[in-house]
């Protein structure tokens, strides 16, 4: 081989090997140069890693009831524990503190990377914002609820599967958080699983204050931790496509049904949301929200 010809073979060897090395570090740089998915991206590894150190078994979308059996599937968490200073009962419970939103806070270092940056902050009524017991923090995203107590290995696709998403609306909750979708476990001493028998059905709320303009990106983390941004509300006031929108609807700026599909024992989940799809054409269905318990940011707490 001529010396020019190895030269130009050394030199683009060279090349490739530095643009395979700087690759991975300019994606890194990015993700830490926006700051809303740096912090995305930091809570997903937090759940993934309390999944690794929990036999991959993922966390509780809900917090216990407390004194009873069953789970406050209908009522936000608050976030960090015990923040309120008004109710000592509800201060002491240690069920909050169990929910996926405060039991991964020992992966991560501040509570500054729950919060979705430059976005409105919305507060609960009537709460002790001004004496708090300590500092509550600011929650922009919402988990896959129906990963509840699911394992990291039954996820058929975790590319696709969403674990993380703006669940909200493009609004942080001040000192509360919820996952959304969520499983509707409303019987006591059953099992609350997706799939169980009796099955609990897969409920989405929407929040009446968050509403979700037209093509409005919203940036998701699937369960390996994969980016991505999706604009919903993008289909002209039609039906939306169900591979790229949770909601089927939107109306007067807010979502008003969603896509879902039958799961295990015919019971119905949020097709989106469902961590045995492998989300090709399986039946879909338009769900109206009209039906299900009150949606509002402003849930009445227990």
């Given at each position: 081989m001529p010396k020019s010809v190895r030269e130009v073979v050394c030199i683009t060897a060279i090349a490739l090997t530095a643009f395979a090395l700087v690759t991975p570090m300019l994606a890194n740089a990015s993700?830490?140069?926006?700051?809303?998915?740096?912090?995305?991206?930091?809570?997903?590894?937090?759940?993934?890693?309390?999944?690794?150190?929990?036999?991959?078994?993922?966390?509780?979308?809900?917090?216990?009831?407390?004194?009873?059996?069953?789970?406050?599937?209908?009522?936000?968490?608050?976030?960090?524990?015990?923040?309120?200073?008004?109710?000592?009962?509800?201060?002491?419970?240690?069920?909050?503190?169990?929910?996926?939103?405060?039991?991964?806070?020992?992966?991560?270092?501040?509570?500054?990377?729950?919060?979705?940056?430059?976005?409105?902050?919305?507060?609960?009524?009537?709460?002790?914002?001004?004496?708090?017991?300590?500092?509550?923090?600011?929650?922009?995203?919402?988990?896959?609820?129906?990963?509840?107590?699911?394992?990291?290995?039954?996820?058929?696709?975790?590319?696709?599967?969403?674990?993380?998403?703006?669940?909200?609306?493009?609004?942080?909750?001040?000192?509360?958080?919820?996952?959304?979708?969520?499983?509707?476990?409303?019987?006591?001493?059953?099992?609350?699983r997706y799939g169980s028998e009796p099955g609990s059905n897969g409920v989405m709320f929407s929040f009446s204050e968050a509403k979700v303009p037209e093509a409005s990106p919203f940036e998701f983390l699937s369960t390996d931790l994969t980016l991505y941004t999706l604009l919903l509300n993008n289909a002209k006031g039609e039906n939306t496509d169900p591979h790229l929108d949770p909601w089927t609807k939107y109306s007067l700026g807010g979502p008003s049904a969603y896509w879902t599909s039958d799961g295990p024992g015919n019971a119905k989940y949020p097709r989106f949301f469902k961590p045995d799809s492998d989300f090709s054409a399986d039946q879909i269905q338009s769900f109206s929200i009209s039906n299900l318990p009150s949606s509002s940011l402003k849930l009445t707490l227990p």
């Amino acid at each position: 081989m001529p010396k020019s010809v190895r030269e130009v073979v050394c030199i683009t060897a060279i090349a490739l090997t530095a643009f395979a090395l700087v690759t991975p570090m300019l994606a890194n740089a990015s993700n830490h140069a926006d700051p809303l998915r740096s912090n995305l991206m930091t809570l997903g590894r937090a759940i993934v890693q309390y999944a690794h150190d929990s036999n991959e078994t993922l966390p509780f979308a809900s917090a216990p009831r407390i004194g009873v059996d069953g789970w406050r599937w209908n009522m936000k968490v608050r976030v960090p524990e015990g923040w309120e200073n008004s109710d000592a009962s509800v201060r002491n419970s240690p069920t909050d503190a169990l929910a996926w939103i405060n039991v991964t806070r020992s992966y991560y270092v501040s509570d500054a990377v729950l919060e979705a940056p430059g976005r409105p902050a919305v507060p609960e009524r009537n709460n002790d914002y001004f004496n708090p017991h300590r500092q509550w923090a600011r929650v922009g995203y919402a988990y896959n609820g129906l990963l509840h107590t699911y394992t990291l290995s039954e996820v058929v696709e975790p590319r696709k599967l969403p674990l993380l998403w703006p669940g909200y609306g493009l609004v942080n909750l001040e000192g509360f958080a919820m996952a959304n979708p969520v499983l509707s476990c409303m019987l006591p001493f059953t099992p609350c699983r997706y799939g169980s028998e009796p099955g609990s059905n897969g409920v989405m709320f929407s929040f009446s204050e968050a509403k979700v303009p037209e093509a409005s990106p919203f940036e998701f983390l699937s369960t390996d931790l994969t980016l991505y941004t999706l604009l919903l509300n993008n289909a002209k006031g039609e039906n939306t496509d169900p591979h790229l929108d949770p909601w089927t609807k939107y109306s007067l700026g807010g979502p008003s049904a969603y896509w879902t599909s039958d799961g295990p024992g015919n019971a119905k989940y949020p097709r989106f949301f469902k961590p045995d799809s492998d989300f090709s054409a399986d039946q879909i269905q338009s769900f109206s929200i009209s039906n299900l318990p009150s949606s509002s940011l402003k849930l009445t707490l227990p």
